[in-house]
């Protein structure tokens, strides 16, 4: 080892003192701008694998259905078409429906994918619908716009060679929604007067020329008939009888002259049944991390059964195991449960979070009433009447409120950093904007007109979509 730079230094005569600390010192700032330079270096090579992590994850949520590309300030129209009578989310499309046919509108580009049309279909009795899996409360969220792998249509067309007032058969066809290609399809027997999915199955009614109630389900994917139910009386449906129908999941009641009460299950007579309070299809949807939750209605009360991967009972539970509609899969050790009694407000139903595996109850959310609509890394977004709330999954802990619009109908939209939300012009016009919030901390960053007379915004592919009350519009 060397001897030590200050005994050198104090051997020296007085003149040649200062040089040598002069050196020495100069050796010293040396070393400490190598180590300043090594520490900056480190700094931003960690901000750089950060950055390049956060790019990651980012990306990776971009592929999420419902979920967006990075937004990095105001919105612009990239394209605009002409929309149709209504329009279905599916195949990762938008599926317009026109008159005489239907047609998929790439996201992204806003051109046509493909297109199945019937000229000669009666326009008032074209009836389309997709597969997609609607839980109870998801219109009133906002999710007019679902995700779904068919479309399926009920057409009406003449009878080929005689008086266009003279109609063939019906027929439903089923379209693969990425392609356009038929799938399968099914004569029908008498007039249509009523459509609804039910499961993953189409139920469609139909008035025979007895005038009798035929009411017939099929599989929507195969085309497999489950079971057909023909009424014992003739007329018992005028030819023109303006009646009504409504149905629980369990239960089809037809109430006209005559009031006809169908099990939906196996197509058998229900002995004075009650006419069901309100539409429940009775489904099944897939659970994050694995697992389906199964529905029902019970007379009084909805109630969910929770399945794990081999199809066992995990448990039951009074309310609605709510799928949120779009989510990363985060926090899948905790469900959301919509169940009547544990509002804060006392008002509709409230939110509990509940164990996947045992639906013990976890927590019950603070904030008023909401339904679970998107779920980012174990945050998730409750959309209300006039609000959005963000609520920590884990804990049920209430992070933020921002007010909105309360006459806008679509679900917040967000690129896993900052969520957009619906909003009111300050000028008094009363057109809708979008308030771009950061998702942690509900801090307004920017905001953007929207097209005029916008009705509701949605993502589709990773493209924004407004739907206004004349066109469909492509934001970015």
Known sequence: MGPDPADVAGSLPPGERGRSSARHGGRGRARGLVVLSVVVALVVGAGWVQDRAEQGRLAALAQVPGLVPP??????EVWRTTPGTWQMIAGGMVVRVDPRGVTAIDPVTGRERWTRAWPEAQPSDLTCGTDAVEPDGMWRAGGALLEADHVWC??????????????APP?????DALTGEQVTSWDLEGTPVLSQKVGQDLVVGLRTE???????????????RRWEFVSDQDGAIGEHESAGWSFDGITLVWS????????????????????????WPEESADLPGGGVVEWSFGGETFRSRVLDLDGQLLFEIDGTVFP????????PEILLVLQWGVSPTGEGPGVTGVDSATGEQVWVSPVVPGYPVVQI??????????????????????LWTVPTSPTSFWLPVSDGRTVLLPALAEDGTGDRVVAAVDLRT??????????????????????????????LVGLG
């Open 71 to 76: 937004l990095e300030g105001p919105l612009e």
């Open 154 to 167: 009920v057409v009406l067309t003449p009878e080929p060679g005689v008086e266009a007032a003279v109609l």
């Open 171 to 175: 027929v439903v066809v089923v379209l």
């Open 210 to 224: 007895q005038g009798r109630l035929r009411v017939v389900r099929h599989d929507i994917a195969t085309g497999e």
């Open 256 to 279: 006209g002259s005559t009031e006809i009460a169908v099990d939906l299950t196996d197509g058998s007579v229900v002995e004075g049944g009650e006419v069901p309070s309100g539409l």
């Open 324 to 331: 949120v509609p779009v989510t990363d899969g985060s926090v």
């Open 377 to 398: 890394d174990g945050l998730v977004l409750l959309r209300g009447e006039s609000s959005v709330d963000a609520v920590d999954v884990t804990d049920g802990t209430g």
């Open 442 to 471: 509900g801090q307004e960053r920017w905001r953007t007109d929207l097209p005029k007379r916008t009705q509701m915004l949605t993502a589709v592919g990773g493209r924004l979509i407004a739907l206004t009350a004349g066109d």
